[in-house]
């Protein structure tokens, strides 16, 4: 990997380490109230996440991309991890649209949030290494 590349990977991977160590409690207390029928409120928290929750897909296409050559079993535990976070939007997006508050529940406990605790453990994996060497 080139230097330049190394540097955009450490940084970028701090930034998403930071959102995710924001975003996945804030998801997490999004479930109850969306069990309990409280639509309002929890989807427009989650519908201002959209925009993070981009910014992550973009990271997990990049770092694969990036790694491919070099680290191809990280570039393919990144390729797992974007299918399943591509599996889990679409059904929340559909839960979003129809107001299904139970539908967007279960999808962000059981799909959504564990696919991002994945990825905070690749994304500190990575930034450790990157601190030994």
Do not use: C, W
């Not at 519908?47 to 990036?66: P, R």
């Not at 649209?97 to 453990?121: K, M």
């Amino acid at each position: 990997m080139k230097p330049e590349d190394a540097r955009v990977l450490l940084e970028s991977s701090k930034e998403v380490q930071d959102y995710l160590q924001r975003a996945i409690p804030a998801l997490e207390g999004l479930v109850e109230p969306l069990r309990g029928g409280s639509s309002g409120q929890p989807l427009l928290i989650l519908a201002s996440a959209a925009d993070g929750l981009d910014g992550l897909a973009q990271y997990v296409a990049s770092v694969q991309m990036l790694v491919s050559v070099g680290t191809p079993q990280l570039a393919e535990n990144m390729a797992g991890l974007e299918q399943r976070f591509a599996k889990a939007i679409g059904p929340m997006v559909s839960g979003m649209e129809s107001q299904d508050s139970l539908l967007v529940a279960d999808v962000l406990e059981y799909e959504l949030i564990p696919v991002l605790q994945e990825l905070e453990s690749v994304v500190d994996g990575l930034l450790s290494q990157s601190n030994s060497h």
